[in-house]
């Protein structure tokens, strides 16, 4: 007779790299799109600041959208990706 724990024990030990994996997935994806984001922030408000506007010209509120912004934007890009996959999900 098999042993009724093995199983649960197979998927058990099963789990736990799955869970790494999805894990580690995850956080490479989020480093991606900030540094995307980072780089388009950094474009944008680069940008204005070569247009003339006084408001770019000042160090701490760039240093401060150039940390927020990219921020945000990764928040709102896994919100549209969960959005997604919630939306097209096969329905069983």
Do not use: E
């Not at 199983?7 to 994806?29: D, E, M, Q, V």
């Not at 408000?45 to 921020?71: C, E, K, N, T, Y």
């Not at 990706?81 to 097209?88: G, M, P, S, T, V």
Request: hydrophobic share 55%; glycine share 6%.
């Amino acid at each position: 007779m098999s042993d009724p724990h093995s199983r649960k024990r197979t998927l058990h030990g099963l789990a736990i790299p799955a869970g790494c994996l999805f894990a580690t997935f995850s956080a490479l994806i989020t480093c991606g799109l900030l540094f995307i984001n980072g780089a388009l922030v950094l474009a944008v408000l680069r940008a204005f600041s070569r247009s003339g506007a006084d408001w770019a010209r000042d160090v701490r509120l760039m240093q401060f959208l150039l940390l927020l912004v990219p921020v945000i934007l990764v928040v709102l890009q896994w919100k549209l990706l969960d959005y997604l996959r919630y939306r097209f999900r096969r329905t069983r």
